[in-house]
């Protein structure tokens, strides 16, 4: 069978940045930092005090109390970034078949806050257990999708991917999947992540996963640089309308690019180490190629996982370095995550837009806080080092790799008719 | 109004979100204010824990207005 062509129509975003589309690309094409000190909770006793949390977001102004008061922060998010989507892509009834509508959405935890209280009431009662009624409904991950298909109607295929950090992707690739298959003619996806609390800071400085640069918040997602010492989490959400071509040409839809290939692989090695020498990556990065039945040489920029770690920032540079030769040195790379922090499973989705926007403006969001060359890594490559850099963009490829060894990346293209 | 009708009114207003007037002794979760069965369910919750008492499941079933509520609690809390 032919399989069908799957542009993006519409994009929400909620961000360490900016809390819409704009203002997320403005922070980003800016060079802005998203990290501060954590207000959401005193961690004061935590080894990392700061992280990237979503600024100025009052539920209130998105949700009346009661019905915010039964949804996470994640299922929350989700709901704001999908109505920003639903509305840039003009979806209105009347414009699409409900029932083939679908919502296919990120979240590498659900709901972490929700699950942390709850479990602290009980431990501080006296046994009985008082367990809310909404504590289920509202920490279970895939209530995201839930909401969002209630509050619209959309009836088609619905529920929530789980790989960590590549759950977004993983959705935008199931998507993808799904309507070039002729399964579904539009799908919301993305990704939502709310885990700045005293469960998610503590349980990632266990791991000795985050940066501990208490005394610069702004400076510590430091991706490729020498001194780079952790992630810094971060919070928020990001949405992408897909839809079938004909069906977004016949309705008259903007169109921001295609999406030409999604790529997946297992590193198939350790639950939290990358691959030292980047095999999963090396292959996700092949599959998506393949998938897209391109030349590495068409590729522009690539927005990679890049996350600040010691060991995952030199494993993906090897594996692209491996996959793309010499054209490695013509790409743009960046790592947004040194400006917005790592959203865990909602971070393929904002990274997806970013090179979304890329393609769309012509233009590389930089990869802040570069201070000192690490002699790790091919000082050939262009990482887009602390300002953003103007070039045609025509293919855009973002990665992003998840605890448990998933990788996932994804192709979007200038769209020509 | 008695002091437990005080705290059942302003349990129901805090949790449905409804306002001060709606909250009358006729009202109906379900029917006058909103709620749906799992709202019920963390309704009778908060009545046990602000009250210290135990609601049994075939009692709480016949927990269906604001007033029967209050009857209930003045007749039962500790």
């Known amino acids: 069978m032919e399989l069908k062509r799957v542009v993006v129509t519409g994009l929400g975003a909620l961000t360490p940045l900016g809390n819409t589309v704009s203002e997320y690309w403005t922070g980003l094409t800016n060079g802005v930092s998203g990290a501060a000190p954590i207000t959401r909770f005193d961690a004061s006793k935590f080894k990392t005090q700061f992280a990237c949390e979503v600024k100025g977001y009052v539920p209130e102004n998105y949700f009346d109390r009661k019905e915010a008061r039964k949804m996470d922060l994640f299922s929350q998010f989700a709901l704001v970034v999908a109505d920003e989507a639903v509305q840039d892509a003009n979806l209105v009834e009347g414009n699409y078949d409900p029932d ?31 367990f809310n009624p909404f504590f289920i409904p509202k920490m279970i991950a895939d209530i995201s999708a839930g909401h969002i298909s209630i509050k619209y109607g959309f009836r088609g295929p619905n529920f929530v991917t789980v790989s960590a950090c590549a759950s977004a992707t993983n959705a935008i690739i199931d998507s993808f999947n799904y309507i070039r298959l002729g399964m579904a003619d539009v799908v919301v996806t993305g990704g939502s992540e709310a885990a700045v609390t ?86 996700v990065m092949k599959n998506v190629l393949r998938d897209a039945n391109i030349r590495p040489e068409e590729v522009d920029y690539i927005n990679v996982h890049g996350t600040s770690t010691p060991l995952g920032d030199v494993s993906e540079v090897k594996a692209i370095q491996t996959v793309f030769g010499d054209h490695a040195y013509n790409l743009n790379i960046s790592s947004t995550k040194s ?11 904002i990274e997806a837009i970013a090179s979304i926007m890329a393609v769309r403006n012509n233009i590389v969001p930089p990869t802040i806080n570069h201070f000192t060359d690490d002699e790790s890594f091919d000082s050939r490559l262009n990482f887009t080092f602390n300002k953003a850099q103007e070039r045609e963009v025509k293919v855009a490829l973002s990665n992003t790799f998840g605890f448990g060894g998933h990788n996932t990346s994804v192709l979007f293209r200038q769209f020509i008719d | 109004m008695s002091e437990i009708a005080e705290k059942v009114k302003a349990i129901i207003i805090d949790k449905l979100g409804v306002e001060e007037s709606e909250v009358t002794p006729e009202a109906s979760f379900t029917n006058d204010l909103g709620a749906d069965s799992l709202d019920t369910v963390e309704l009778i919750m908060e009545f046990e824990k602000e009250f210290n008492v135990s609601i049994p499941d075939d009692q709480a079933e016949n927990i269906a207005t604001v007033g029967q509520a209050v009857s209930y609690l003045e007749e039962h809390a500790k």
């Not at chain 1, 935890?109 to 431990?123: K, S, W």
């Not at chain 1, 400006?339 to 989705?349: F, V």
Request: one cysteine or more; glycine letters at 18%.
């Open chain 1, 198 to 283: 005293e469960a998610g800071i503590g349980g990632f400085n266990a791991l000795k996963a985050l940066s501990e640069r208490n005394d610069s918040p702004e400076s510590a997602s430091r991706p490729f640089d020498k001194d780079r010492d952790g992630f810094v989490l971060g919070e928020g959400a990001g949405a992408l309308i897909l839809e079938e071509y004909e069906h977004a040409k016949a309705r008259g839809a903007k169109i921001y690019a295609e999406v030409i290939g999604g790529g997946m692989s297992a590193d198939a090695y350790h639950i939290t180490a990358p691959h030292p020498e980047g095999l999963g990556a090396l292959n």
């Open chain 1, 339 to 349: 400006m917005t922090g790592h959203l865990l499973g909602a971070a393929g989705a």
């Open chain 1, 100 to 130: 083939r509508v679908g919502v296919i959405w990120g979240s590498g935890i659900g709901g972490l806050r929700t699950f942390q209280e709850e479990c602290v009431n009980f431990a501080n009662g006296d046994g009985t257990p008082r």
